[in-house]
């Protein structure tokens, strides 16, 4: 199903659409308005140095608003502060459902802490907002201590619970927005589906799916673009040509209420069905479903009047009403357009900047998601075109099935949030649907494209997020902006520009502190050189070699990139923390990269995983504290109990986190991920396509599925999926991500099999 076929589709169901967001509006509302009353109770703390005595403290005091407060807002809602009020106050529910009705908000101007908490009881909201700021100051008091023992934080209360809490009314507009988003999408999805459900004959290839009777001609109307279908004229006189030998054919016309054209017409010579000559079966393209050419061809066996082909007729009816003429101009334009500039090829690179700019929404769901599932019946038919897509979709439904059932079984000595496991299964489902539509939309739009549209979503979510905060190159702007420029730079088909981008861009990197980013940068410059190098040699010696040097690459490159920064060549601020990284841990990865420790542990205690949602408990916490001294980083035990381990598994690696989240199931569909990726690099490689752009995203993606956390760098992995993977056996030959046509090699030949007869070669994949 295209573009176009899913708007009629939805516009024929317009009915639906209204009615179900009018529902979904009425539905919010009521649940709303008989929610029961909920009450909110406010502390206040101020948060300043304790005490200022050397020579240095003004400076730590001066930190207190920039590094301390944010870090407190996130201490106040982790179990390490809210287990021991649950424990002191007796409370039902676990650290996470308390977490969700605690809102704690710092004010960086006045060094204040603002901590709300929402209950149904006025009295239950008051001790409970009491007891939170007393288990943070304790909490507080001994995380932030020096040598000695003496804290270097001090908290104090300026206002205390109020014994009247306020009453919160229910937020009608959320709720309205809401519902009408969720059944408007819900509408939109069912009509999709219907649609499915009862395929329609587009052209001759749908017409070898349905019937062994030949196709007799493809009439396509001005302007349609279609390269492998001759102009509507010299089709009809072909067709009256083939008819001339025998006398006029009746014409059986099926799925529309019209005649059919002039032209047509006048070429079939109509006339009653019991002519000797038989009949010509006309089909509508688009308005005609399977289902109705094969009852026709039935009827017609059953009568026993032979049949004599099926001409596909595209030429519509006249748009007289507003559905009509809408779906008029939703139809591709001249046939000299480029695909990325017809509705389907524009509706590709709208999807794609949402899903790169998605946001967060209601109900731990996001705008990417929303964009995904809503385009999910035009993207869907794409995901066999190309090789492990499939492998990797049916791996994504069952390790999530696993994630929910392991949760019931964890859920016998763990607590369970409802709120993370609909998040955690919304970032994979996101995921696995950004990959296919990015598959769908390489056969309409370049790949260079496609990258750069992706890339200007997530870096202007970044700057717009993250302006201002510390660190902002590094976290918010070096990876998008990277992958921007290299889409931009990989459709030129010599290496220079691109490494020389690459040098720009390492040299940002190493000024930043972002020494992942630079090293990947000179990793894939070390990549494109090596294919350039081994331009002469066959694609199997390529792939082979490509291969063996994989691993000593990451070896060599490692190693070269430490002495790099211990020698103080790319500065002495980086220089002095890997030095004491190294110095603390023995190697610069374990220093930097100390989680797998304890995922290690929490392995080797229950490698069966704990399931979506599950929050760790007292016991899992010991086992990674045990993995984790091992690093002997003095650090390492509030990074634990703030982050790793703070309500949720956030174990630092997409394989990790899939594995405490989905299970085996999990662990296995990260390992499919990184094998399936390296057979398309290696494959790219071996053709020579792989460009700037394929080499720095493969490497990204690696080293995120082994030490980066789910939830941020899915969208990347997801984009490196979509861009990369091989187009399957059968489909035609297509350029590779990131090359042009004309440097880019064919498909072997015995990748290729024929079309049926009759029918159309399949589109190809547009990633010039």
Not at 593 to 608: F, K, S, V
Request: aromatic residues 4%.
């Amino acid at each position: 199903m295209d573009v176009r076929s899913y708007l009629v589709a939805v516009l024929a169901r317009w009915r639906w659409i209204v009615g179900a967001g009018l529902t979904g509006v009425v539905v919010a509302v009521l649940l709303a308005g008989s929610s029961a009353p909920v009450h909110r109770s406010t502390t206040t703390l101020y948060v300043g140095a304790a005490q200022i005595t050397e020579v240095t403290d003004p400076a730590y005091a001066a930190q207190v608003t920039t590094e301390v407060l944010p870090s407190l807002v996130r201490l106040a809602r982790s179990a390490a502060v809210l287990a021991p009020v649950i424990a002191d106050l007796e409370l039902p529910g676990s650290p996470s459902a308390l977490a969700e009705r605690t809102d704690v908000v710092g004010d960086a101007d006045t060094s204040v802490l603002v901590i709300s908490v929402d209950d149904g009881s006025p009295a239950t909201a008051t001790r409970i907002a009491a007891a939170v700021a007393r288990s943070l100051t304790e909490r507080a008091t001994a995380l932030y201590a020096d040598t000695d023992g003496d804290t270097l934080v001090r908290l104090a209360t300026v206002q205390e619970a109020a014994a009247l809490p306020t009453a919160v009314a229910p937020d009608h507009r959320r709720a309205v927005a809401g519902g009408l988003l969720g059944g408007t999408v819900l509408a939109v999805l069912l009509a999709g589906a219907a649609e499915l459900t009862r395929p329609r004959v587009r052209d001759a290839r749908d017409v070898a799916a349905t019937t062994d009777r030949p196709v007799l001609a493809e009439l396509r109307r001005a302007g349609r673009r279609r390269t492998d279908a001759p102009d509507r004229r010299s089709a009809v006189d072909r067709l009256r040509w083939e008819l001339a030998d025998a006398p006029g054919p009746g014409v059986v016309l099926v799925g529309a209420p019209t005649e059919p054209a002039d032209d047509l017409r006048a070429a079939l010579a109509p006339a009653p069905a019991a002519r000797p000559g038989g009949v010509v079966v006309v089909v509508r393209s688009g308005r005609t479903t399977r289902t109705d050419l094969h009852r026709a061809l039935a009827s017609a066996t059953a009568l026993g009047t032979p049949v004599r082909g099926v001409v596909v007729d595209d030429l519509p009816a006249d748009p007289t009403g507003w559905r009509q003429r809408l779906r008029s101009a939703t139809a591709p334009g001249a046939a000299d357009r480029p695909a990325w500039r017809t509705t389907s090829g524009l509706t590709a690179l709208l999807a794609v900047l949402l899903v790169g700019a998605s946001r967060p929404l209601p109900g731990s769901l996001s705008t990417g998601l929303a964009v995904v599932l809503a385009l999910s019946p035009v993207w869907l038919g794409a995901v066999a075109r190309y090789r492990g897509a499939r492998l990797l979709g049916g791996l994504t439904g069952v390790a999530l099935l696993a994630g929910w059932v392991l949760a019931g079984r964890s859920s016998v000595d763990h607590d369970f949030a409802l709120a993370e496991a609909v998040g955690t299964t919304a970032v994979v489902l996101t995921a696995a649907g950004t990959v296919g539509l990015l598959l769908w939309a390489r056969t309409l739009v370049p790949t260079p494209a496609l990258g750069a549209v992706y890339a200007l979503g997530l870096l202007a979510v970044g700057v717009l997020t993250g302006a201002g905060a510390e660190e902002f190159y590094k976290f918010h702007v070096a990876l998008p902006l990277t992958v921007a420029v290299l889409a931009l730079l990989s459709a030129r088909p010599r290496p220079g520009p691109t490494l020389a981008a690459l040098a720009v861009l390492g040299v940002l990197d190493v000024l930043n502190d972002a020494r992942s980013a630079f090293g990947f940068c000179v990793l894939a410059a070390a990549l494109v050189l090596w294919q350039a190098r081994t331009a002469s040699r066959s694609p199997r010696e390529r792939r082979l070699l490509t291969l063996a040097l994989l691993p000593a690459l990451a070896w060599g490159g490692y190693t070269a990139i430490t002495e790099l920064l211990v020698s103080g060549a790319l500065g002495s601020e980086v220089a002095a923390r890997t030095s004491t990284q190294i110095a603390q841990s023995g190697s610069l990865l374990l220093g930097g990269r100390p989680e797998w420790t304890a995922t290690w542990a929490l392995m080797r205690q229950d490698w069966w995983g704990f399931g979506l949602g599950t929050v760790p408990s007292a016991g899992d916490v010991a086992v990674a504290r045990s993995g984790l001294a091992t690093t002997r980083i003095p650090t390492v035990e509030g990074y634990l109990e703030n982050y790793l381990l703070a309500g949720r598994f956030e174990l630092h690696s997409i394989v990790a986190d899939l594995w405490s989240n989905l299970g085996v199931a999990g662990l296995l569909l990260g390992a499919a991920t990184a094998a399936v990726l390296l057979r398309s690099v290696l494959e790219l490689i071996g053709l020579g396509r792989a460009s700037g752009l394929a080499c720095f995203l493969a490497l990204t993606a690696f080293w995120d599925l082994a030490f980066s956390p789910l939830p941020a760098n899915a969208p990347y992995t997801a984009l490196t999926l979509g861009l990369l993977l091989a187009p399957a056996a059968g489909w035609a030959a297509r350029p590779a991500p990131g090359t042009s046509a004309a440097t880019s090699a064919p498909e072997p030949a015995t990748e290729r099999v024929p079309t049926p007869t009759g029918a159309p070669a399949p589109p190809p994949d547009r990633t010039t």
